[in-house]
T-cell receptor, first 115, second 114 residues
Framework: AQTVTQSQPEMSVQEAETVTLSCTYD???????LFWYKQPPSRQMILVIR??????QNATENRFSVNFQKAAKSFSLKISDSQLGDAAMYFC????????????FGGGTRLMVKP | DAGVIQSPRHEVTEMGQEVTLRCKPI?????LFWYRQTMMRGLELLIY????????DSGMPEDRFSAKMPNASFSTLKIQPSEPRDSAVYFC????????????FGSGTRLTVV
């Protein structure tokens, strides 16, 4: 069974600075996808970024980027120029590449942004 | 596109009562998922459907839980009888078949059983 681990229950960053959230996963599959979801106090789950395992290039979406280390099974999220609106719970998630299509979530990291 | 629509947004019910949560997926999406979020267990998959057919319900905690998808635009999750430990946020999500397609989540239903 696949597992996703987020070792940082809480993180704090100063506004305009950079923060990195960690995620590791365990799988025997070679074809899979990884995601970061943001859950603000409104509780809406919002997709931040996704990475296909077969791609070597790290995904980037504006201020958000990932460091995907396939051999180490590591998938960290870097948030640059942090903004107050980035404060939320962040969940790392894994999905197999076949039609199973289920998401397995990590336990989440609460990010606080200090003004 | 209105996104995935869940109702009600909040539900408070007494122990022993029947509770029905509703979900309207995005039009054209062929997968529908029900997740439950609690502090203790995080986000866990309860059941998912493909083309209205239940594929995997191994996450459904007990026989008190049931889910249906009578058509492509509607699904329900029912708890009967409800218990205080069922208190959680229940999310519905839908997606389109294809490698790597991400989910679209609804806003969730916060269920409180007293």
């Amino acid at each position: 069974a696949q597992t996703v681990t987020q070792s940082q229950p809480e993180m704090s960053v100063q506004e305009a600075e950079t923060v990195t959230l960690s995620c590791t996963y365990d799988t025997s599959e070679s074809d899979y996808y990884l995601f970061w979801y943001k859950q603000p106090p409104s509780r809406q789950m919002i997709l931040v970024i996704r990475q296909e395992a077969y791609k070597q290039q790290n995904a980037t979406e504006n201020r958000f980027s990932v460091n995907f280390q396939k051999a180490a099974k590591s998938f960290s999220l870097k948030i640059s120029d942090s903004q107050l609106g980035d404060a939320a719970m962040y969940f790392c998630a894994y999905k197999r590449g076949n039609a199973g299509n289920m998401l397995t979530f990590g336990g989440g990291t609460r990010l606080m942004v200090k003004p | 596109d209105a996104g995935v629509i869940q109702s009600p947004r909040h539900e408070v019910t007494e122990m022993g009562q029947e509770v029905t949560l509703r979900c309207k997926p995005i039009s054209g999406h062929d997968y529908l998922f029900w997740y439950r979020q609690t502090m203790m267990r995080g986000l866990e998959l309860l059941i998912y459907f493909n083309n209205n057919v239940p594929i995997d319900d191994s996450g459904m905690p007990e026989d008190r839980f049931s889910a249906k998808m009578p058509n492509a635009s509607f699904s329900t999750l029912k708890i009967q009888p409800s218990e205080p430990r069922d208190s959680a946020v229940y999310f519905c999500a839908s997606s389109l078949v294809g490698q790597g397609r991400s989910y679209t989540f609804g806003s969730g239903t916060r269920l409180t059983v007293v």
